[in-house]
């Protein structure tokens, strides 16, 4: 399990049965910055990851045993079709790889992992 993990926000749904782990990115990235960008929203997405199948995640916060969990990423004013399209075949790749797909599936500290994606422009942003 990776030594630090930043999770931004952990909160439950208006259902009351699901519960989000919250990934925040904010501001501006230069074209020239968008790979690297991605490459640590990445290593933030897998970290999260594993707090969750590591069964972390259900040790600090005991009302998200055995419930469904989404890991959300929300991004403000951040360039959307590449995060969006990164953020997609992430999601699609943790769901069909052979490691992660069994291990999420026989998670036993939740009862399922989703994923999803949120955009939006910082108000003020040009």
């Not at 399990?1 to 208006?14: G, L």
């Not at 501006?28 to 970290?47: F, G, N």
């Not at 769901?95 to 994923?115: L, Y």
Request: aromatic fraction near 8%; include cysteine.
């Amino acid at each position: 399990m990776p030594n630090q993990v930043t999770v931004d926000i952990v909160s439950r749904a208006a259902d009351g049965a699901t519960y989000s782990v919250c990934l925040v990115e904010q501001g501006h990235w230069a074209d020239a910055d968008v790979p690297q960008e991605l490459r640590r929203v990445q290593d933030r997405l897998y970290s999260a990851l594993e707090v969750i199948l590591d069964g972390k995640l259900a040790e600090l916060y005991p009302e998200t045993a055995k419930q469904a969990v989404v890991v959300r990423l929300e991004c403000w004013g951040t360039p959307d079709a590449p995060v969006r399209d990164f953020f997609e075949r992430w999601a699609k790749h943790v769901q069909s790889d052979n490691e992660f797909a069994p291990s999420i599936a026989r998670c036993p500290h939740v009862s399922s992992i989703g994923f999803v994606y949120k955009h939006g422009e910082l108000e003020g942003a040009e």
